[in-house]
């Protein structure tokens, strides 16, 4: 499979706790996306990785927020003090094939879903 | 600001068209369309770049108006596998962030 996969692909937590999510994009794509979507709305940007930069960060974005990709290969998410607020679907998407072409083609991951308790 | 989509839902009979306007108040380098099953990650169709392209993907195809900043997705003699709800993200670049819409729900009947 070279698609964009992530994981856990489920979890549960209480409210408080720390979890960390995975991204690994499609191989040799150089960009990777965060985003969260919740039910009956379309994904909402968090930040945006080209290689290892994190180049854009969403300022709905709080501090308990923190992205990194330190090789520019796999990234993770982690949100410290989890609310209930933070249930959601994150979702991954990378890019780089056509991106020379102007063409940022987002490829999306199967996504993490979580829920505060 | 997210760009808005119309309409929120549309019921179909197998075989029937339907299209899905999504339409940004700023200017527009490229539109993206994706559709997402139930409990599934939003898969790619096809993107659309300002100058007023029109692309096809089997019998969905799309079309970017440059000057009102709007794209359409058509339908065409849907079928059953076309149930979904359809995203429009725009990009404001050639790279970075997309700003998706609310998404139109499709329900193909047979």
């Known amino acids: 499979d070279t698609g964009v996969s992530q994981d856990p692909r489920h979890k549960i937590t209480k409210r408080g706790q720390n979890v960390t999510f995975r991204c690994d994009p499609i191989s040799e794509h150089n960009r990777l996306y965060w985003y969260r979507q919740t039910l009956g709305q379309g994904p909402e940007f968090l930040t945006y990785f080209q290689n290892e930069a994190q180049l854009e960060k969403s300022r709905l974005l709080s501090d308990r927020f923190s992205a990194e990709r330190p090789k520019g290969s796999f990234s993770t998410l982690e949100i410290q003090r989890t609310e209930q607020g933070d249930s959601a679907m994150y979702l991954c998407?990378?890019?780089?094939?056509?991106?020379?072409?102007?063409?940022?083609?987002?490829?999306f991951g199967p996504g993490t879903r979580l829920t505060v308790l | 600001q997210q760009p808005v989509q119309s309409p929120q839902a549309v019921i179909l009979r197998e075989g029937e068209d339907a299209v899905i306007n999504c339409s940004s108040s700023k200017a527009l380098y490229s539109v993206h369309w994706y559709r997402q099953k139930h409990g599934e990650a939003p898969v790619f169709l096809m993107i659309l770049l300002k100058g007023g392209e029109q692309k096809g993907h089997e019998k969905i195809s799309a079309s970017f108006n440059e000057k009102k900043q709007q794209s359409s997705l058509y339908l065409t003699a849907s079928q059953l596998s076309y149930s979904g709800t359809y995203f429009c993200g725009t990009g404001l670049r050639s790279w970075g962030k997309l700003q998706f819409g609310a998404g139109t729900q499709v329900v193909v009947t047979p």
């Open positions: 998407a990378s890019s780089g094939e056509q991106v020379l072409a102007g063409r940022d083609e987002q490829f």
